[in-house]
């Protein structure tokens, strides 16, 4: 019997509804889940959970509930105090902005409510995180090359946090990026510069589609990896 993700979201809100009280002030889900792009047993049920008193005592209440949640296979929630989250759109405003456009509150108030975000703060945001995980993909490249499956796996992992960056950077060119993510490769590919092509293997293997394996450094893994170099100047050069 397939699982019901959408019943198990509610056997948690319930559970926060009993452990914190009047301390929960927003518990809502985002990412592709809210935003109609979920795949069962490929996508992750994505939580932001705010609390007016995010301390040992306010944590300590609602860890029963976080434990079964982690436990049933789903990623722990994102959780802060209600200060802290208003605190945070110069920290974190690109993913500030990925859940404004895709989410759903399932518990209190909408968070994103009277909260902005400013292009400055994107735009640093983005140079550091591509600077991040580019020295991290070559890294991980020159080591996982010579084996087929291991760099398969790599392309496709990285290819989610690539995608965020690319929501980032047509925001700043003020797109509103699609969900959709071969739509997104198009898109960004048309503003960056880059071989949209190179993400095809990838795009089929996210989407579930039979693809070919691999061979040792093969050329679809260079083409991916000439696309997110030609990312890093474009961010150097904004």
Do not use: C
Request: cysteine-free; charged content about 25%; glycine content about 8%.
């Amino acid at each position: 019997m397939a699982r019901d993700w959408y019943a198990e979201l509610e056997t948690f809100a319930a559970s926060l509804d009993q452990t914190s009280g009047a301390r929960l002030v927003s518990l809502v889900l985002y990412g592709s889940a809210a935003g109609g792009d979920f795949v069962a047993g490929r996508s992750d049920l994505n939580l932001l959970l705010i609390l007016t008193d995010a301390s040992v005592a306010g944590l300590r209440s609602i860890s029963p509930a976080v434990h079964a949640w982690v436990k049933a296979g789903h990623p722990p929630p994102l959780i802060f105090s209600e200060q802290g989250w208003r605190a945070s759109t110069d920290v974190f405003p690109m993913e500030i902005e990925d859940m404004r456009q895709a989410h759903r509150v399932l518990r209190g108030r909408d968070p994103f409510v009277g909260i902005e975000t400013a292009p400055a703060d994107l735009r640093q945001e983005l140079e550091r995180e591509v600077r991040g995980k580019v020295l991290q993909l070559r890294v991980e490249y020159t080591a996982s090359g010579p084996h087929p499956k291991a760099l398969g796996a790599l392309l496709e992992n990285s290819a989610r946090t690539f995608f965020v960056l690319f929501r980032a950077v047509l925001r700043l060119r003020g797109r509103v990026p699609p969900r959709e993510p071969a739509e997104l490769v198009q898109g960004a590919a048309q503003v960056v510069g880059f071989d949209a092509g190179a993400f095809d293997w990838v795009l089929a293997r996210l989407a579930g589609r039979k693809v070919p394996d691999l061979t040792q450094f093969d050329p679809v893994a260079e083409r991916y990896l000439a696309a997110i170099e030609r990312l890093a100047t474009f961010v150097d050069e904004m």
